[in-house]
């Protein structure tokens, strides 16, 4: 069975970098073609898109996030984490990991991690 598990401090103070990890398990993620994907959500902009790192360990990310955001791996681990630097109270969100596979032109999510809240504040 397929689970994600994400892990990470809950409390991030402004200016500073939040680093979360994916715990991978059931499958490798490595194998094709699954999209190793971190979501967000908070009640100011509901759920929004952060970017994939992919099977093939391409990682792609929100044009409006782009510039604060990076994906990796740990392919030995089975681990994906997302590094979001500069960091404001407008970050804090409840933070999800997902994979998502292709389907009709785009990417639909099979598997969630449980989220886990970040509060971005002094």
């Known amino acids: 069975q397929v689970r994600l598990q994400e892990s990470g401090p809950g409390l991030v103070k402004p200016s500073q970098t939040l680093s979360l990890t994916c715990s991978v398990s059931?499958?490798?993620?490595?194998?094709?073609?699954?999209?190793w994907t971190w979501i967000r959500q908070s009640p100011e902009k509901g759920l929004e898109w952060i970017g994939y790192?992919?099977?093939?360990?391409?990682?792609y990310y929100n044009t409006s996030l782009k510039s604060r955001t990076s994906i990796s791996r740990d392919t030995s681990e089975d681990q994906f984490s997302l590094h979001l630097t500069s960091v404001t109270p407008e970050d804090t969100a409840v933070y999800f990991c997902?994979?998502?596979?292709?389907?009709?032109?785009?990417?639909?999510?099979?598997?969630w991690g449980q989220g886990t809240q970040v509060i971005v504040s002094s």
């Open positions: 997902t994979r998502g596979l292709s389907d009709l032109g785009g990417l639909r999510y099979d598997y």
């Open positions: 790192i992919d099977y093939n360990g391409r990682a």
């Open positions: 059931g499958v490798s993620i490595t194998k094709s073609y699954y999209y």
